[in-house]
């Protein structure tokens, strides 16, 4: 089946860099796409998502790129802090699924370490 | 306002019992989903509910079943269960699911099976 991949497993980064995190999707229907980060011992929250009539959604801190052309997602840590250490996924649905809830499909995990 | 509440929050069972979990969805949520996740498969979708109705499933055996109440709390099952089904088991819910429906997670329930 397809899947969505991350293409790097962790990611460290020094305290105030800006952080980059790639992601690679491989189902040519996807148009929903959505950043996760799930510290240790909890659930995933949300960060942002995109929808595939857009190329770049920016919020607080973070901004994502999106480009169909090459199944390409990133997403952009600005001045990075202690606290953005943890694992982030990317998550992809097709519009079929929109009448019912996301069935997401998520990317591996990339843990990003802060260093101070 | 309260998030997603999924209990219990960790449980151990032996092989051939069978497991429930619970989740609170964000009150005025009617989409609730669940997701499996594992060190070795990662975060996998298990089914949708919407107003009491299951409108989208994944690709697990039929051990694993769910079901959603007239207030929007869901429950899942598990029978029979295996040493594989260890993972932390994931609610979601959205205020109608699909496209923009910004969908927020539980902390999980951890289960172990032994």
């Known amino acids: 089946g397809e899947s969505v991949g991350l293409h790097l497993p962790t990611l460290s980064v020094q305290e105030g860099d800006n952080s980059i995190i790639n992601c690679a999707y491989s189902n040519s229907a996807s148009d929903y796409f959505i950043w996760y980060k799930q510290e240790s011992g909890k659930g995933p929250q949300f960060i942002i998502d995109?929808?595939?009539?857009?190329d770049k959604r920016q919020g607080q801190r973070v901004t994502v790129l999106l480009n169909k052309t090459v199944k390409h997602l990133s997403l952009q840590i600005a001045a990075t802090q202690p606290g953005d250490s943890a694992v982030y996924f990317c998550a992809e649905t097709e519009s079929r699924y929109t009448g019912a809830n996301s069935k997401l499909t998520f990317g591996k995990g990339i843990t990003l370490s802060v260093r101070p | 306002k309260a998030g997603v509440t999924q209990t219990p929050r960790y449980l151990i069972k032996t092989r051939g019992q069978q497991v429930t979990l619970s989740c609170s969805p964000i009150?005025?949520?009617?989409?609730v989903s669940w997701y499996q996740q594992t060190p070795g498969q990662g975060l996998q979708f298990l089914f949708e509910?919407?107003?009491?109705?299951?409108?989208n499933k994944g690709n697990f055996p039929g051990r694993f079943s769910g079901r959603q109440f007239s207030n929007s709390r869901s429950e899942m099952n598990v029978s029979t269960l295996e040493l594989g089904d260890s993972a932390l088991y994931l609610c979601?819910?959205?205020?109608?699911?699909?496209?923009?429906?910004?969908?927020?997670f539980g902390e999980g329930s951890w289960l172990t099976v032994v």
């Open positions: 995109i929808r595939s009539n857009m």
């Open positions: 009150s005025g949520h009617r989409s």
């Open positions: 979601a819910s959205s205020r109608q699911g699909g496209y923009g429906n910004t969908i927020y």
């Open positions: 509910y919407f107003s009491e109705t299951q409108r």
